[in-house]
């Protein structure tokens, strides 16, 4: 959590002082301490400061949130249309034999799910992602990972790890990565709902299962790679909304994750 610092707090608080407010010797005050210097701030409270006095403030973090705000409403509408449907994990349709060796090598992000916290959606905006999949003695992958923030002002490299914990299962991964964000977000379970192999692959990823067994619609996660940064035929773009419409996620809900050709000298993929 974000702490508001003893002394930003003075200074706010001498940014709400005039001059015609100066208290004079004789005035009997009664000092009321502020409750921000008592105790720790709450989330809601650290996030409300940081709206009024940080980047948060800014029009282009404000129509990126509003839009989250209409992907979690478009989201919460598409769980309440499949409510007569199981959308519980285990009913899930996965890839049937999965094959590790077929997978492996380079894939490009093409589409995913937005984060519902503006604050790390904000620093988890990536372009041109890529991921390089390689088996491990582990029987799972190690990863390489780059993508552009920024428009190509940065190009953010990461190592990670896919583990298959059960081998007659490998379609049912967990990553994770070992960058700042990685870190936060933790291992992840990122199951393969369907793969050609040659063109696509969809991945599911659910970080909240609730106590019926299906996924919480703000913790449901998708997204979908392509060997390839063109855009996909019609006919495996259908077969990619069928594998998310089993596991209760709509297409419309994924936004592209735009390919502008940055970092490729840099990346080693």
Not at 46 to 54: C, K, M, Q, T, Y
Not at 167 to 183: C, K, L, N, V, W
Request: with cysteine; aromatic share 12%; net charge neutral.
């Amino acid at each position: 959590m974000l702490k508001t610092s003893l002394a930003g707090s003075w200074l706010q608080l001498g940014s709400n002082c005039r001059s015609d407010q100066l208290i004079k010797p004789d005035q009997a005050t009664e000092f009321k301490p502020r409750k921000t210097l008592q105790r720790t701030l709450t989330e809601d409270e650290d996030v409300a400061w940081l709206r009024e006095n940080s980047f948060l403030s800014s029009a282009g973090f404000k129509y990126k949130e509003k839009t989250n705000s209409t992907w979690a409403a478009k989201d919460a509408s598409y769980h309440s249309a499949n409510a007569g449907s199981s959308c519980q994990l285990l009913d899930i349709p996965v890839q049937e034999n999965f094959d590790l060796d077929s997978f492996e090598g380079k894939w490009f992000v093409s589409l995913k799910t937005g984060v519902k916290d503006s604050l790390l959606a904000f620093f988890m905006e990536i372009y041109d992602g890529r991921i390089h999949f390689r088996q491990n003695a582990a029987g799972g992958y190690d990863l390489q990972a780059v993508g552009s923030k920024f428009y190509g002002g940065w190009c953010p490299r990461g190592k990670g790890t896919a583990v298959v914990k059960d081998a007659r299962e490998p379609q049912r991964m967990t990553m994770y990565f070992d960058t700042s964000i990685g870190r936060k977000v933790g291992m992840k379970p990122a199951w393969v709902l369907k793969t050609d192999y040659n063109s696509y692959a969809v991945f599911y990823s659910c970080w909240k299962e609730t106590s019926a067994g299906a996924c919480h619609p703000d913790n449901t996660y998708a997204f979908v790679m392509q060997r390839g940064s063109k855009p996909l035929p019609s006919g495996k773009l259908e077969e990619v909304a069928t594998a998310l419409k089993g596991a209760c996620v709509d297409i419309e809900d994924l936004s592209p994750v735009t390919h502008y050709g940055y970092c490729q000298d840099k990346d080693g993929l």
